[in-house]
T-cell receptor, first 113, second 109 residues
Framework: NAGVMQNPRHLVRRRGQEARLRCSPM?????VYWYRQLPEEGLKFMVY????????ESGMPKERFSAEFPKEGPSILRIQQVVRGDSAAYFC???????????FGPGTRLTVL | GIQVEQSPPDLILQEGANSTLRCNFS?????LQWFHQNPWGQLINLFY???GTKQNGRLSATTVATERYSLLYISSSQTTDSGVYFC???????????FGKGNQVVVIP
């Protein structure tokens, strides 16, 4: 049973470009969470999704960031017009129905030049 | 939001030594997890332990939910135990984990 998959593992973007981060949850998991790890701020929750629904986006910046978890395919975290402050490690986690335990992917390390 | 405090922030151990890491939290929780972030940045699940005691090899954990703390024990430490240990909790009624700042552990041979 493969774990949570994230790609790409490393992403380099120039200021103003778009970044798309992908997350495939573990088989049978219907809940997806995104977290961001900034160097001086630690790990912070961004958004919680179920298939085709955003359940809690209270941790998402108000502008430039969006997330989706379509009926088919991976969850996508999209950052438009990236700035240097977006450089961070972005982690995806998933959990199965009826369980609160979250399993984390290896992360995507975004560097904005 | 819920506060999560981990202590000690930094710990240097001689290989073979034992250690205890502590996590205090400020509200009632229905999820508590311990993670190890290895030098490559990956978050490894150690324990899902909202209450009670669990053991896995040289690691064990205890959560006393009524007193709002959890302990992670590392016995006979090895250099591969180096890294940052995170405690994360989910407050009742929420759907997200709140992380502590971590315990940075360095095991020297």
């Amino acid at each position: 049973n493969a774990g949570v998959m994230q790609n790409p593992r490393h992403l380099v973007r120039r200021r103003g470009q778009e970044a798309r981060l992908r997350c495939s949850p573990m088989k049978g998991h219907s809940h997806v969470y995104w977290y961001r790890q900034l160097p001086e701020e630690g790990l912070k929750f961004m958004v919680y999704l179920q298939k085709e629904n955003i359940i809690d986006e209270s941790g998402m910046p108000k502008e430039r960031f969006s997330a989706e978890f379509p009926k088919e395919g991976p969850s996508i975290l999209r950052i438009q017009q990236v700035v240097r402050g977006d450089s961070a490690a972005y982690f995806c986690a998933s959990s199965p129905p009826g369980s609160r335990e979250q399993f984390f992917g290896p992360g995507t390390r975004l560097t904005v030049l | 939001g819920i506060q999560v405090e981990q202590s000690p922030p930094d710990l240097i151990l001689q290989e073979g030594a034992n250690s205890t890491l502590r996590c205090n939290f400020s509200d009632s929780v229905n999820n508590l997890q311990w993670f190890h972030q290895n030098p490559w940045g990956q978050l490894i699940n150690l324990f899902y332990i909202p209450s009670g005691t669990k053991q896995n090899g040289r690691l064990s954990a205890t959560t006393v939910a009524t007193e709002r703390y959890s302990l992670l024990y590392i016995s006979s430490s090895q250099t591969t135990d180096s890294g940052v240990y995170f405690c994360a909790v989910e407050r009742i009624g929420n759907n997200r984990l709140a992380f502590g700042k971590g315990n940075q552990v360095v095991v020297i041979p």
